[in-house]
């Protein structure tokens, strides 16, 4: 399984914008890059996705590089609620159907200071 | 908007006991997912069913067994309980619209005590 590598843990201020990096240098053509956040006691949710473009969601937007090697999560103004464990997961969308396991690596624990 | 349900939210159990858990998805999703957290570390994918049929198999143990019911519940069940299986277990569900599933959706979780 192609890995990803995220910092452990990065600090932002409250109302500002947070930008999490991940490396996927083996990512493979058919790999698409989820993101999932984990809040305090609570179980993963879904943040976004791509494969090649950058897009944008109500909750982020997601940079992907031209090469796919590496990608940036960004939240445009962090508030308190968005403290929690990011995790960067990519996922072969042509395996299983489309129902493809998540695997979870070390995600980065956003801490959002007042 | 209706979400995945767990119970029990809460299970506390002697060692060598058994315990079942079970998961109730979003109406019309049709695949289910069992991830363990252990506590401190990452979820890590355990099992996962689609159309009531075992789809993927991750790293879970012989003692514990899990099945997709006619109505897409599934339940996990585990036995001879050790103290290392006390974790956080969550299910997630996701619907195949068009053979591709992008989003899991999860629920709270059942804590599981080992004493």
């Known amino acids: 399984d192609a890995k990803t590598t995220q910092p452990n843990s990065m600090e932002s201020n409250e109302e500002e914008p947070v930008h999490l990096p991940c490396n996927h240098s083996t990512i493979s053509g058919t790999d698409y890059i989820h993101w999932y956040r984990q809040l305090p006691s609570q179980g993963p949710e879904y943040v976004i996705h791509?494969?090649?473009s950058n897009v944008n969601n109500r909750m982020a937007s997601l940079a992907i590089a031209e090469d796919r090697k590496s990608s940036t999560l960004i939240l445009h103004r962090a508030t308190l609620r968005d403290a929690a464990v990011y995790y960067c997961i990519l996922r072969d969308e042509r395996s299983n159907f489309g129902n493809e396991k998540l695997t979870f690596g070390t995600g980065t624990r956003l801490t959002i200071i007042p | 908007a209706a979400g995945v349900i767990q119970s029990p939210r809460h299970l506390i159990k002697e060692k060598r006991e058994t315990a079942t858990l079970k998961c109730y998805p979003i109406p019309r999703h049709d695949t289910v997912y069992w991830y363990q957290q252990g506590p401190g570390q990452d979820p890590q994918f355990l099992i996962s069913f689609y159309e009531k049929m075992q789809s993927d198999k991750g790293s879970i143990p012989d003692r514990f067994s899990a099945q997709q019911f006619s109505d897409y519940h599934s339940e996990l069940n585990m036995s001879s309980l050790e103290l290392g299986d006390s974790a956080l277990y969550f299910c997630?569900?996701?619907?195949?619209?068009?053979?591709?599933?992008?989003?899991?959706?999860f629920g709270p979780g059942t804590r599981l005590t080992v004493l």
């Open positions: 791509g494969l090649t």
């Open positions: 997630a569900s996701s619907p195949l619209a068009g053979g591709l599933s992008h989003e899991q959706f």
